[in-house]
């Protein structure tokens, strides 16, 4: 297969890696906060993944479908496609544990089956029978012809092998060889990305890194999709299976440290911010600190439906329709619109109490500036006290 040269550009961040997988291990985490962060996480990874292969939908698009809540603006296909993407994870990260786990050719098959919504028109779970080429549309070219349809089966199946046997490579290694490897093959009519994406971070799960942090590299390639697809230029202009992927593995590599480090301060500043929330439920209202989940959402400027809390608080509808008439009536929620259109946003009073609860004072909200400049105070507020040391968890 492949071949690539470890630099010390890859060395040095592999060391980084290692680093903050250490302290981040070291960091216990509440249950409530690692579910929603694992919620968070993969809402922006299936949204930048299925928008990079051109299904546009916005996070909280898909946030609301991975909670059953479809908005109507959704197509019930592409909702498909996020609910098969979310299950193809899902998929992984449970096979990731088990003590027998082998890498088969079925295994990929399984996963692009799911990837693909069980769409067996797409070809879903089965290699293509035909040669297919990538073209770059705005040039009107072909960039890369992949091998012929007879090879793919057992092309794979040495794929999965070379992963099976290859336990001394460090796992952000190997997650980019098996990457950039499937990728060339390009095995399917359909979702080679979010296949070969998905097996990336099925191999740094195993090889680890099981921090919410490190499961998916997809929102980091979404927001750097020219440099995500410039890093295949590697693999020449048609399958060679002696290609040097040095500079994709860099470029994974380095990824996967940009992605970490950026997710490292934001995460421990919502983390505080969910704290307080817990702290504002708990005080104020001597109410649950499930409310919580409806609270961090309005903060961060979503709409929540009755639906969507059920599923995020795994409550009934009156225990649900309890909560958010006791949050509105308190000026936490504003309530917009009825019945099932009925939907709840950041109440009037929610940002001031956020601020005291969190110790940064009231008097730094001024309630004649818009809620975004409100909400963008306090978080700067958090991350500071996090940067000098303080409650960072």
């Known amino acids: 297969m492949y071949m690539f040269e470890p630099t010390e550009g890859i060395r040095r961040d592999l ?3 290692d680093e903050l997988r250490t302290r981040f291990d070291a960091q216990p985490l509440m249950r409530a906060w690692l579910g929603r962060t694992r919620r968070e996480l993969e809402a922006e990874a299936v949204a930048a993944s299925t928008s990079m292969e051109g299904v546009a939908l916005t996070v909280d698009e898909v946030r609301r479908i991975l909670a059953g809540d479809r908005p109507r603006s959704v197509s019930v296909e592409n909702a498909g496609l996020v609910e098969g993407y979310r299950d193809a994870m899902n998929f992984v990260l449970r096979r990731a544990d088990d003590p027998h786990f082998q890498w088969q050719s ?3 098959l399984g ?3 799911r990837v693909l919504a069980e769409d067996y028109s797409h070809g879903a779970g089965r290699f293509r029978t035909s040669q297919n080429r990538l073209v770059d549309a705005m040039a009107q070219r072909q960039v890369y012809q992949p091998p012929p349809p007879e090879a793919v089966p057992q092309l794979v199946a040495e794929l999965a092998e070379s992963v099976q046997s290859a336990r001394d490579v460090p796992a952000p290694i190997a ?3 098996v990457h950039v490897s499937l990728a060339g093959i390009h095995p399917f009519s359909d ?6 994406r998905i097996l990336s971070s099925l191999v740094l799960y195993r090889g680890g890194f ?3 942090e490190f499961t ?3 929102e980091w390639w979404g927001r750097h999709r020219e440099d995500y697809y410039a890093s295949f230029a590697c693999l020449g202009s048609e399958w060679d299976p002696h290609a040097d992927v040095t500079p ?6 380095r990824a996967q440290t940009c992605q970490v480090e950026a997710l490292s301060l934001r995460l421990s500043t919502e983390r505080h911010l969910w704290m307080v929330l817990e702290d504002l439920v708990r005080h104020d209202l001597h109410g649950d600190p499930r409310m919580a989940n409806v609270l961090y959402d309005a903060f961060l400027g979503r709409e929540t439906t009755n639906r969507y809390y059920r599923d995020l608080a795994d409550v009934s509808v009156p225990t649900a329709t309890n909560d958010l008439v006791r949050l509105d009536a308190a000026g936490l929620l504003r309530a917009l619109g009825a019945g099932r259109t009925r939907r709840y946003v950041a109440g009037p009073r929610l940002m001031s109490l956020v601020a005291r609860t969190a110790g940064l004072g009231e008097s730094m909200i001024d309630p004649d500036q818009p809620v975004e400049s409100q909400r963008d105070t306090i978080l700067v507020g958090l991350a500071e006290r996090i940067r000098a040391g303080g409650r960072s968890g």
Do not use: D, W
Request: hydrophobic content about 45%; proline content about 3%.
């Open 106 to 108: 079925e295994l990929v």
């Open 248 to 253: 994709f593995v860099e470029a994974h590599v």
């Open 111 to 113: 996963i692009h089956y």
């Open 216 to 218: 998916s590299l997809e």
């Open 191 to 196: 979702g080679n990305g979010r296949t070969a």
């Open 15 to 17: 060391a980084r890696l």
């Open 210 to 212: 099981r921090r919410p």
């Open 175 to 177: 997650a980019a060889l």
